[in-house]
């Protein structure tokens, strides 16, 4: 399958959306009932629509600092009287029927309330963090784990996900990381669509449609030297350029809600930017849902120095066009007197409070409140065993082969000795990833297990820790080391732990902790074959013996099925076929490092290195580029073809090239295309991607890979955000990672000049 969608990044880049409203247009008797609805509501019921607090009826577990109202209680009597519109972060179908009983019976005007919570990577079934899965290079897969996901949330008692997070992320210091698509704008946006596509379905009405809210917005990935809650400091161009468009894309598929950063854009706190959430997102992106602010942010504009009180902060954020505050409170506090002061005009609440209706309209909760709360299916739909092969799947498809010595796949035949080594061998703490906080703790299979279940003699595994994941155990490298001499093959399993990425998680260094590099050094040390198994939220720096292992797997967090999904892998079950969505660096200092960045005046060319743009102990190369990722077989492209070396303005090209899988296994390569505008008015990118193809061969198997290519691909925003493609001289790269690949060129000819070839 071809994923061709340029037509969302045109689309988004030139904020041309046209979408109808929740996937469908509300009939006029809907719009009516909502009009009818508000003309009834007292200010303080508007502003609880416009409330979302933590959901204490259910069991929750939020990631958050616990403020607010923690009881069942206090909550019920604030729904009874109409102070609150959307609980979040609990799940349980008795909860939620209780809470909802309450909005709809026994509050003045009946509104059902909303349902939400950050369903990330899974429910009760985890699949691989966000980040592990875009390895995948497969949205289609993406969007198959989020219906999935979808099914079982929906089953909970939920009717909204806080997700996808569209956020690229370029700086792998920034703990987030984990959580997006990665460091590209082109298949961040893939992925924002398909998560989305998935999450919601096809009918927003179903009772297994959750409704997505694709976040932060926006640039929140962008924060200065990777530091969580940080600043900002962006131009123009690149916030439309590299953030937007994967919101664009959201949108696009029909994401309805969004939630603003918690940090700041050049100067001004994203909660309180007026420009960014009214009049660049729903103004230039044609954005008709609602914005949920993020967790107490609006009360936060006071610590980042841009309001004075509680007060002022919810003006601020209600003015700029924060529709629904999330667990600060301060909507309901203070928007009824701000709108009784004058300082808040009602117009601005009722469009807020519509905009909420109308998406509680679209899901069908006017005319069936209990929707998404249903006993049996919180009962047959939630971890099913099919769920479970999917996460297994999804798993293997998301591991990626960064290096190999033509040690793996191991031949399960040959009865050769394992020790599995290092602190994850065993650990179940670490398998799922820190956005999974209602995925049962323990139950997911180690890699230990996973192993066990795939040898046919178990009694060949030996297992050492050598070390906890930050600290020396005692004795414990030289027992490791001891357990590695017994064996034929070493597997080192080391890595960050799952609170080492995520949320308020950024590092200074991304590398592995220290105990862990002497264990990797001690073992390697034997002369034994060592085959890397790295967890991780984020791109990482190798060193030493770990970088020069037999070979390397970045296995991510896998969820619920990682142990399986890993020895599926080493054992040649599953062909490794994931791409790196994220740069691996040579050292830290490099961060923020991502391929399509800029050539300078001073690249470094054939090797000369004297007053370059390089670092003292490094090129500013990747050590395992962006789109990186190894087989267990071997593939070749060749004889790459443009139908044309001369584009016209409204014409398109066609590049083709011959793929052939010269191994002996079955296995599957992700083509990838780039680009690169030689001479443009503000500089471009050294690569840029634009399309991406996985073609599954058999041994001795060839495919014609096709792309097409036209203007609209290679538009970028010019100085003072014009939607510009320039003519001029382009290079085009088809390969299998950002590096290499097959090259041509060709030229984009303006209208009125006529190509060479053409006359
Ligand atoms: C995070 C959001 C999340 C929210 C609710 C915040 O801390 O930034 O991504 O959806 O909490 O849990």
Known sequence: MTIDRRAFLAAALSGSFAFPFAGRALAATEVERVDALIARMTVEEKAGQMTCLTDSFRPYNPPNPQVGIQDEKRLAEEVRKGRVGCLFNGIGVAGARRAQEIAVKESRLGIPLLLAGDVIHGLKTIFPVPLAEAASFDPALAERTARAMAQEASAAGLHLTFAPMVDVARDQRWGRVVEGSGEDVYLGSLFAAARVRGFQGRDLRRDDSLLACPKHFAAYGAVAAGLEYGSVDISEETLRETHLPPFGSAFAAGALTTMAAFSEINGVPATADRELLTDLLRGEMKFRGFVFSDYT????????????????????????????????????????????????????????????????????????????????????????????????????RSIVLLQNSGILPLDPAKRQKIALIGPFGEDRDNLYGPWAFYGEKGKGVDIAAGLRAAMPDPALLSIGKGCDIMALIDGGVAQAVEAVKAADIVLLALGESQDMSGEAQSRTVIELPPPQQMLADAVAATGKPVVILLRHGRALALHGSVASAQAVLATWFLGSEAGHAIADILFGRVDPSAKLPVSFPWESGQEPFFYDRKSTGRPVIDNRTEYRARYMTTDNSARYPFGHGLSYTRFALENLKLSDTALRWDRAIEVTARLTNKGDRRGSEVVQLYIRDRVASRTRPVRELKRIERVTLDPGESRTVRFSLSRTDLQFVGSGNRIIAEPGLFDLWLGQSSEGGLHAQFTLYAEAVAPASAR
């Open 297 to 396: 942010a609006d009360e936060e504009l006071i610590a980042h120095g841009f309001a004075e009180d509680e007060r002022d902060a919810a003006r601020l954020a209600v003015l700029a066009g924060v529709d629904m505050s999330m667990q600060s409170g301060l909507y309901i506090r203070h928007l009824p007197d701000l709108v009784k002061s004058g300082a808040v005009p009602m117009g601005t609440i009722d469009v807020a409070v519509r905009r909420i209706l109308y998406v509680k309209m679209a899901i069908g909760l006017f005319d069936n409140p209990y929707r998404s709360i249903s006993e049996e299916a919180e009962r047959t739909r939630i971890a099913t065993p099919a769920r479970h092969a999917l996460a297994r799947e999804a798993a293997g």
